[in-house]
């Protein structure tokens, strides 16, 4: 963007515009303005801090002082959204290989199918519960644990729960 703006710093630009020129010659290159553009190089200015304040609610609580010349670390708002590093995916492959045998057994997505599955899901989760808690580690037709058989028939309950159309497909 070329030209200029009265007291600058982005005061009368769009959030991801790059710079006019006189926020170039104050403040330094484009290539110094990422992430949030402007939020991200705030100078440490009574307008700098004014245009922060006012744009506050784009950044989601993060301070003046957090964002100020994040250029240099690098910044990545994700800390509102899910932490699938925190899913333990060697545990969560038992699982997905008991879905593939049951998948191979009856066919892909049955479970959504099976009439009065809620109940019989329950009662699923608890045969494999029970057999486990009573010192039964795998399940004797699959091999596979029984707390990976427990878990496919609590997803299936929660997917239920999640989707009220998932229960109307089914008897």
Excluded at 34 to 56: C, H, W, Y
Excluded at 61 to 67: A, E
Aim: net charge neutral.
């Amino acid at each position: 963007m070329s030209g200029q703006c009265s007291t600058c710093f982005y005061q009368q630009q769009s959030l991801h515009a790059p710079p006019c020129d006189t926020c170039v010659s104050h403040y330094g290159t484009h290539e110094n303005w990422v992430g949030m553009d402007f939020l991200a190089n705030v100078p440490d200015t009574p307008v700098g801090k004014t245009i922060f304040s006012e744009r506050q609610q784009d950044i989601k609580g993060h301070t003046y002082d957090s964002l100020r010349y994040a250029t240099k670390a690098g910044v990545k708002f994700d800390q509102d959204k899910p932490q699938w590093t925190l899913v333990p995916f060697k545990a969560l492959d038992e699982v997905v290989k008991v879905l593939t045998i049951g998948a191979r057994k009856y066919a892909p997505d049955n479970w959504k199918k099976v009439p009065n599955a809620r109940q019989r899901y329950i009662d699923a989760a608890f045969r494999h519960m029970s057999a486990y808690a009573s010192g039964e580690k795998l399940d004797a037709e699959t091999g596979k644990s029984h707390l990976a058989h427990a878990m496919c028939c609590l997803l299936f309950l929660l997917a239920f729960d999640l989707d009220k159309t998932l229960e109307k497909t089914n008897g």
